[in-house]
C-alpha cells in the first residue's frame, strides 16, 4: 500500500468499523532513510474530506469475548478469535518492510482489552491487557 497517512487512517477506520474494534494502529515503516509514520484511529472517529478507505480483508465484527485474566483464558464463539486474527494478518502483510499492525477489541472486563499485533512474515501476537502471547508460527491457518 503506498497511500498517504490520511489514506492509511481511512483504511484503518474501515477495518475497525467492520471488525467491531475498538481502534487500530500502525507503525508504517518508510524505509530506511525516513522515520516510521504512527497512524492511530479509534471507533467512531470520522474525518471530513477523507479519502475512500483502501480494501480491507473479509472479516465480522467481534463481539466482546469473555476474559479471565488470571488465568489467562479467552471465551468467544468457536472460530471468532482465528477470523479476526486472519484478518488483522492479511491487513498487516499489505504494509512494507518491517511496519506493524496492532488491532484492539473491548472484553467483558474493561481493563483487559484483547489485543492482536502483526507484522509480514512474522507470527501473531495476542495480549489480554498488558500480557502478550505469542502465537504458533502459522496461526491461524489460512
Known amino acids: 500500500m503506498s497511500e498517504g497517512p490520511e489514506q492509511h487512517a481511512a483504511t484503518l477506520r474501515a477495518f475497525v468499523a467492520a471488525a467491531g474494534a475498538a481502534g487500530a494502529m500502525l507503525v508504517l515503516d518508510l524505509g530506511p532513510d525516513a522515520p516510521p509514520l504512527l497512524v492511530d484511529v479509534a471507533a467512531g472517529e470520522a474525518a471530513s474530506g ?3 478507505p483502501g480494501p480491507i480483508p473479509h472479516v465480522h465484527p467481534l463481539a466482546p469475548p469473555d476474559v479471565d485474566a488470571e488465568r489467562a483464558e479467552l471465551t468467544a464463539p468457536m472460530g471468532a478469535i482465528a477470523m479476526a486474527a486472519r484478518a488483522v494478518r492479511e491487513l498487516a502483510g499489505g504494509y512494507p518492510g518491517r511496519s506493524v ?3 484492539q ?3 467483558t472486563d474493561a481493563d483487559v482489552p484483547l489485543t492482536i499485533a502483526a507484522r509480514r512474515g512474522e507470527a501473531l501476537v495476542i495480549a489480554l491487557g498488558a500480557q502478550p502471547f505469542a502465537l504458533p508460527e ?3 491457518p489460512a
Open 138 to 140: 502459522g496461526w491461524p
Open 101 to 103: 499492525l496492532t488491532v
Open 105 to 107: 477489541w473491548a472484553t
Open 50 to 52: 477523507e479519502p475512500a
